[in-house]
Each structure stands twice: as C-alpha cells, then as structure tokens.
C-alpha cells in the first residue's frame, strides 16, 4: 500500500520503478511502499490511461477497483460505435465528467444494451437520457441513483414509452421526479420487478397507486423517506394482491409471491392498520430478525406491525408451553 501520495515531479520515478519490477514485486524508496499495478497513483494512471483507445479502456475498467475509479474520473467522453455495438452490460457509475455527448454516443454505438448503470453521473441532462431510451430499447436493468438533472418526468414517459422490457429501475434521490412520471412508468413499464424512489419527495399516492394497479410482478419498492405517501397507497398495495393473483391463475402462470421488498423508512404518515395489511397480504414481507424485508425503521408508530412470523412462532410457543403442562 501506499505510504503518501507522491507529487507530480515524483510520477515518472514511480513509473520507472514499476517498469523495472515488471508489474510486480514489492518496491520501496521514500517512505513509500508500492507492491504492483494496483498501487500506481491516481495522478499516474490519469496519465498512463487519458490516451488510450474506447476498447482499452473498457479492458482497463474491469482490472481493479482504483483503475475503475481512475477511469471514471478522468473520462470526458465515449466513443464506443466501432468497438461495443453487442455490448450488454456497462458501469459508469460515478463518472463524474462524463456529459451529454458521452450519453449520445453511448446510445449511438451500445444499442443492445440491456444492463446500465450510470448512477452518480450528475452532468448528464433528461435530453440525453430520451436520447438513449429512442436507441437503446432493450434496456432491463437501469440505475440513475442521484442523477437529478437526467431523470426528470420527461425523461421517464420516454423510458416508459420505448423500453416496455425495463424491470429494474433505480431513481433513488431524483427529487424532480413527480406523480406524473412514475405514473408513466407504470403504463409502459408492466414488467418492472424492482423500482427505488427513494428521496423523491414529490410523489405522492398516485405514484403508488399506479404501480399497484399497473406492474404486477412488483418484487421490490423503495419508498424511504416519500413523506407524502399516506394509508391509501399501503391499501392499494395490498388489495393489488387479490386482483394480481387472479390474473395470473387467469394467464395460467404462478408467478404469485408480490412484494419480498418494501422500504417505507421516515415514511411518518402511515398507520399500523394499513402497514399490516399490506404485510398481510405478502407473506413474502417480514418484520422479523434477520429476515427484514419491510423496512420500518423512523416510524416509531408502526412498531406494531408484525409478519405472520411472528404469530406463528408465538403459536408454536403455546403449544409448546401447554404440552409440558
């Protein structure tokens, strides 16, 4: 591991000796420790990567974690067309320079993209995000934690309207989202199984009424801190269950557990009837030890509320009781 972090002048010793070390070996000189690539500075694998071709630095991304951290600090833009137009699977998450132009040539050359995480990415703008919706159609798997200027209502009615195969969507902490565009999604999106609104202060019950109405196979929603949600979306959750169980034996599929997921943190508004009935109505929810899968905690009111878990334990503990008497 490093001892300091060198200045600037000292980048090409430090070069040299890795060079002469063949990439590995321990080497030491001024109170500095450096056992192989992994070690290089920040400073000098800018230097050593910022010429490097768009193949390369794919390559280079999946070396080590500070290469990947290097890379996503240092690129400014992508031109991925002549090498990754099959590529399904892309990170990019925290590249903090990345831009517009980088999300269009991106959409332009990745096509058939169908996993992309840009969350972090806090330059890029809702035009480039329906820009890479319109090219990139088979997207299932798509994470915009903390992209606020890129996930806007506009932005989600172009994802709902071009990717219908979408089933994972992270929007966490983008707070300009609103009723309107998670009731897009809904529309568009039927398949999604995992939806983090997490920090979007603005949806209210519609959002979530939408969602119950319109994506059956909802696994996993992440609701922390959308203080606006009240007792009426925790009932349309749950009176979801009866209707989705009858389309599916309907469809002939049994695909029937619902929600194994639900955050409702600092979500103060709720009351225990209604938090139980959603949590009576998927038994995939639990509120015991180390199984929490609804997530209550800031809710000092809902502390009452308990999977069928707990009763059955407290019935097992009965019986048991009764039988030594």
């Given at each position: 591991m490093l001892g300091r972090s060198p200045e600037s002048g000292d980048l090409d010793i430090w070069f040299k000796r890795l060079i002469v070390s063949g990439g590995g070996g321990k080497m030491e000189g001024a109170g500095d420790v450096m056992t192989g690539w992994k070690d290089l500075p920040m400073e000098l694998l800018l230097r050593v990567l910022s010429p490097v071709d768009d193949r390369t630095v794919i390559v280079a991304s999946d070396v080590c974690t500070s290469w990947r951290d290097a890379l996503r600090l240092g690129i400014t833009s992508i031109s991925l067309s002549w090498y990754c137009h099959d590529l399904r699977d892309l990170d990019l998450s925290k590249g903090l320079k990345l831009s517009d132009r980088s999300l269009y040539a991106l959409a332009h050359g990745c096509p058939h993209l169908t996993k992309l995480?840009?969350?972090?990415?806090?330059?890029?703008?809702?035009?480039?995000?329906?820009?890479?919706?319109?090219?990139?159609?088979?997207?299932?798997?798509?994470?915009?934690?903390?992209?606020?200027?890129?996930?806007?209502?506009?932005?989600?009615?172009?994802?709902?309207?071009?990717?219908?195969?979408l089933q994972y969507l992270n929007l966490g902490w983008c707070e300009d989202i609103s009723d309107e565009g998670v009731t897009n999604l809904a529309v568009g999106c039927p398949d999604l199984r995992a939806l983090d609104l997490c920090g979007c202060v603005r949806i209210t019950d519609k959002s979530v009424i939408a969602l119950a109405n319109g994506c059956?196979?909802?696994?996993?929603?992440?609701?922390?801190?959308?203080?606006?949600?009240?007792?009426?979306?925790?009932?349309?959750?749950?009176?979801?269950?009866?209707?989705?169980?009858?389309?599916?034996?309907?469809?002939?599929?049994?695909?029937?557990?619902?929600?194994?997921?639900?955050?409702i943190s600092q979500c103060t508004a709720l009351t225990p009837p209604a938090v139980q009935a959603v949590c009576d109505s998927f038994p995939g929810l639990h509120t015991c030890p180390g199984r929490h899968s609804l997530i209550i905690s800031g809710c000092l009111s809902l502390t009452s509320v308990h999977c069928g878990c707990t009763f059955q334990t407290s019935r097992a503990g009965g019986a048991t009781l009764a039988g030594d008497a």
């Open positions: 995480n840009i969350s972090g990415c806090e330059a890029f703008s809702d035009y480039a995000l329906v820009y890479l919706s319109s090219c990139c159609k088979n997207l299932k798997n798509l994470n915009l934690c903390g992209c606020s200027a890129a996930a806007s209502d506009r932005a989600l009615q172009a994802i709902s309207f071009n990717c219908p195969k059956p196979h909802l696994r996993s929603l992440g609701l922390y801190y959308c203080q606006n949600i009240t007792d009426q979306a925790m009932y349309s959750l749950a009176n979801s269950r009866a209707r989705n169980d009858a389309r599916m034996w309907q469809n002939s599929s049994h695909d029937q557990e619902g929600l194994v997921n639900l955050n």
